[in-house]
Protein backbone atom coordinates (compact mmCIF):
# COMPACT_ATOMS: atom_id res chain seq x y z
CA UNK A 1 0.00 0.00 0.00
CA UNK A 2 1.02 3.53 0.08
CA UNK A 3 2.09 4.78 2.64
CA UNK A 4 0.78 8.43 3.39
CA UNK A 5 3.07 9.01 6.67
CA UNK A 6 6.52 8.43 4.48
CA UNK A 7 8.77 11.23 5.80
CA UNK A 8 10.82 11.86 2.55
CA UNK A 9 10.11 15.49 1.47
CA UNK A 10 7.66 16.02 -1.32
CA UNK A 11 9.42 18.41 -3.73
CA UNK A 12 6.82 21.10 -5.51
CA UNK A 13 6.51 20.87 -9.21
CA UNK A 14 4.13 23.58 -10.93
CA UNK A 15 2.86 20.55 -13.11
CA UNK A 16 1.67 18.76 -10.45
CA UNK A 17 0.29 21.20 -8.30
CA UNK A 18 -1.87 22.03 -11.22
CA UNK A 19 -2.52 18.57 -11.29
CA UNK A 20 -3.62 18.94 -7.88
CA UNK A 21 -5.53 21.55 -7.72
CA UNK A 22 -7.38 21.55 -10.92
CA UNK A 23 -10.64 21.83 -10.59
CA UNK A 24 -13.96 22.29 -13.46
CA UNK A 25 -16.18 25.21 -13.29
CA UNK A 26 -20.23 24.66 -14.09
CA UNK A 27 -20.81 26.18 -17.11
CA UNK A 28 -22.93 27.92 -16.84
CA UNK A 29 -20.28 30.29 -14.14
CA UNK A 30 -18.23 31.21 -17.45
CA UNK A 31 -18.71 34.03 -19.03
CA UNK A 32 -16.20 35.65 -21.70
CA UNK A 33 -13.32 36.28 -22.19
CA UNK A 34 -12.91 33.02 -23.69
CA UNK A 35 -9.39 31.91 -24.82
CA UNK A 36 -7.75 34.29 -27.60
CA UNK A 37 -7.03 32.73 -31.15
CA UNK A 38 -3.12 31.89 -30.19
CA UNK A 39 -4.33 30.59 -26.71
CA UNK A 40 -6.94 28.32 -28.74
CA UNK A 41 -4.09 26.86 -30.84
CA UNK A 42 -1.86 26.26 -27.62
CA UNK A 43 -5.22 24.30 -26.02
CA UNK A 44 -6.25 22.37 -29.55
CA UNK A 45 -2.32 21.33 -30.26
CA UNK A 46 -2.36 20.21 -26.23
CA UNK A 47 -5.66 18.18 -26.91
CA UNK A 48 -4.43 16.57 -29.47
CA UNK A 49 -1.10 15.07 -27.53
CA UNK A 50 -2.50 12.46 -26.39
CA UNK A 51 -1.90 8.64 -26.14
CA UNK A 52 -2.85 7.40 -29.43
CA UNK A 53 -1.90 3.44 -30.39
CA UNK A 54 -0.93 3.11 -34.23
CA UNK A 55 -0.82 6.91 -34.62
CA UNK A 56 -4.48 7.02 -35.18
CA UNK A 57 -6.17 10.50 -34.26
CA UNK A 58 -9.09 8.85 -33.13
CA UNK A 59 -10.58 12.14 -32.34
CA UNK A 60 -11.40 15.77 -33.73
CA UNK A 61 -12.98 18.59 -32.89
CA UNK A 62 -15.84 20.99 -33.54
CA UNK A 63 -15.54 24.56 -32.87
CA UNK A 64 -18.97 26.49 -31.54
CA UNK A 65 -18.14 30.29 -31.01
CA UNK A 66 -19.62 33.29 -31.90
CA UNK A 67 -22.77 33.36 -33.49
CA UNK A 68 -22.51 29.31 -34.11
CA UNK A 69 -23.61 28.63 -30.59
CA UNK A 70 -26.87 30.32 -31.22
CA UNK A 71 -27.46 28.39 -34.87
CA UNK A 72 -26.52 25.40 -32.88
CA UNK A 73 -28.97 26.50 -30.23
CA UNK A 74 -31.24 26.39 -32.78
CA UNK A 75 -30.79 23.18 -33.62
CA UNK A 76 -31.47 22.02 -30.35
CA UNK A 77 -34.35 23.97 -29.77
CA UNK A 78 -36.25 22.59 -32.50
CA UNK A 79 -34.86 18.58 -31.94
CA UNK A 80 -35.85 18.85 -28.32
CA UNK A 81 -39.32 20.26 -28.75
CA UNK A 82 -40.09 17.15 -31.67
CA UNK A 83 -39.58 15.06 -29.32
CA UNK A 84 -40.63 16.12 -26.09
CA UNK A 85 -44.42 16.12 -26.31
CA UNK A 86 -44.72 17.51 -22.48
CA UNK A 87 -41.58 20.01 -23.36
CA UNK A 88 -42.09 23.97 -21.89
CA UNK A 89 -41.52 26.89 -23.49
CA UNK A 90 -39.00 27.99 -20.68
CA UNK A 91 -37.04 24.28 -21.23
CA UNK A 92 -36.95 24.66 -24.93
CA UNK A 93 -35.65 28.24 -24.48
CA UNK A 94 -32.63 26.92 -22.37
CA UNK A 95 -31.94 24.45 -24.95
CA UNK A 96 -31.56 27.60 -27.25
CA UNK A 97 -29.35 29.06 -25.13
CA UNK A 98 -27.29 26.09 -24.19
CA UNK A 99 -24.34 26.72 -26.01
CA UNK A 100 -24.23 30.48 -24.72
CA UNK A 101 -23.24 29.48 -21.48
CA UNK A 102 -19.41 29.89 -22.42
CA UNK A 103 -17.64 31.81 -25.01
CA UNK A 104 -16.40 28.88 -26.04
CA UNK A 105 -18.07 24.95 -26.47
CA UNK A 106 -15.66 22.35 -27.96
CA UNK A 107 -17.02 19.02 -29.09
CA UNK A 108 -14.65 16.22 -28.82
CA UNK A 109 -15.58 13.75 -31.22
CA UNK A 110 -14.60 9.91 -30.78
CA UNK A 111 -14.24 7.66 -34.23
CA UNK A 112 -13.08 4.77 -34.11
CA UNK A 113 -10.92 3.25 -37.03
CA UNK A 114 -10.92 -0.35 -37.89
CA UNK A 115 -7.41 -1.25 -36.92
CA UNK A 116 -6.64 -5.14 -35.23
CA UNK A 117 -3.39 -3.77 -32.94
CA UNK A 118 -5.46 -0.78 -31.46
CA UNK A 119 -9.17 -2.15 -30.25
CA UNK A 120 -12.32 0.66 -30.09
CA UNK A 121 -11.84 0.67 -26.67
CA UNK A 122 -7.88 2.21 -26.62
CA UNK A 123 -9.77 4.46 -29.43
CA UNK A 124 -12.23 5.84 -26.95
CA UNK A 125 -9.75 5.90 -23.82
CA UNK A 126 -7.53 8.57 -26.26
CA UNK A 127 -10.45 10.43 -27.08
CA UNK A 128 -11.03 11.10 -23.07
CA UNK A 129 -7.86 11.62 -23.12
CA UNK A 130 -8.22 14.83 -25.59
CA UNK A 131 -10.90 16.01 -23.35
CA UNK A 132 -9.12 15.89 -20.34
CA UNK A 133 -5.93 17.74 -21.75
CA UNK A 134 -8.55 20.40 -22.77
CA UNK A 135 -9.26 21.11 -19.63
CA UNK A 136 -5.78 21.05 -18.02
CA UNK A 137 -4.97 22.99 -21.27
CA UNK A 138 -7.76 25.90 -20.59
CA UNK A 139 -7.28 25.69 -17.00
CA UNK A 140 -3.35 26.51 -17.04
CA UNK A 141 -3.94 29.67 -19.48
CA UNK A 142 -6.55 30.45 -16.66
CA UNK A 143 -9.97 29.88 -17.86
CA UNK A 144 -12.66 27.60 -16.38
CA UNK A 145 -13.67 24.62 -18.07
CA UNK A 146 -16.25 21.86 -17.31
CA UNK A 147 -16.33 18.65 -19.81
CA UNK A 148 -20.15 17.46 -19.96
CA UNK A 149 -22.13 15.56 -22.42
CA UNK A 150 -26.07 15.90 -21.53
CA UNK A 151 -28.78 14.71 -23.89
CA UNK A 152 -27.55 16.53 -27.29
CA UNK A 153 -24.33 13.72 -26.80
CA UNK A 154 -26.10 10.83 -27.68
CA UNK A 155 -28.81 11.87 -29.94
CA UNK A 156 -28.66 10.72 -33.08
CA UNK A 157 -30.46 13.87 -34.84
CA UNK A 158 -28.06 15.62 -32.77
CA UNK A 159 -25.77 13.35 -34.70
CA UNK A 160 -26.95 14.76 -37.95
CA UNK A 161 -26.91 18.34 -37.25
CA UNK A 162 -22.93 18.08 -36.46
CA UNK A 163 -22.71 15.74 -39.35
CA UNK A 164 -20.97 12.33 -37.50
CA UNK A 165 -20.23 9.17 -39.65
CA UNK A 166 -21.23 5.95 -38.53
CA UNK A 167 -18.03 5.43 -36.53
CA UNK A 168 -18.29 8.54 -34.71
CA UNK A 169 -19.93 9.44 -31.33
CA UNK A 170 -19.47 12.85 -29.20
CA UNK A 171 -17.07 12.24 -26.34
CA UNK A 172 -17.95 15.32 -24.72
CA UNK A 173 -18.52 18.81 -24.81
CA UNK A 174 -15.93 20.85 -23.54
CA UNK A 175 -17.28 24.62 -22.32
CA UNK A 176 -14.19 27.25 -21.56
CA UNK A 177 -14.30 30.60 -20.61
CA UNK A 178 -13.58 32.91 -17.71
CA UNK A 179 -15.00 31.57 -14.44
CA UNK A 180 -17.40 34.23 -12.55
CA UNK A 181 -16.99 32.82 -9.62
CA UNK A 182 -14.45 30.48 -7.70
CA UNK A 183 -15.32 26.89 -7.74
CA UNK A 184 -15.48 25.41 -4.23
CA UNK A 185 -13.12 22.01 -3.57
CA UNK A 186 -15.10 18.50 -3.37
CA UNK A 187 -14.60 15.50 -1.75
CA UNK A 188 -12.11 13.27 -3.54
CA UNK A 189 -11.86 9.70 -3.16
CA UNK A 190 -9.30 8.44 -0.11
CA UNK A 191 -6.34 6.64 -1.84
CA UNK A 192 -6.68 4.17 0.68
CA UNK A 193 -9.81 3.55 -0.94
CA UNK A 194 -9.33 3.01 -4.50
CA UNK A 195 -5.28 1.71 -4.31
CA UNK A 196 -4.21 -1.93 -3.97
CA UNK A 197 -1.38 -3.89 -4.26
CA UNK A 198 -1.12 -6.69 -6.31
CA UNK A 199 -1.88 -9.85 -4.89
CA UNK A 200 -4.29 -7.55 -3.09
Known amino acids: MINPNTTKPILTNPIVDHLLTRRSVSAAQLGEPGP ?8 LTAAARVPDHKKLAPWRFILF ?11 LARIFEAQQDDATPARIDFERNRFLRAPLVIAVISRVVENAAAPAWEQELSAGAACLNLLH ?3 ALGFGAQWITEWCAFDAEVAKVLGLAANERVAGFVYI ?10 DRPQLGDIVT ?3 G
Do not use: H, M, N, Y
Request: aromatic fraction near 6%.
Open 197 to 199: DFP
Open 36 to 43: TPEQLTQI
Open 65 to 75: RGEARAAFGEE
Open 137 to 139: AAS
Open 177 to 186: GTATVKPEER
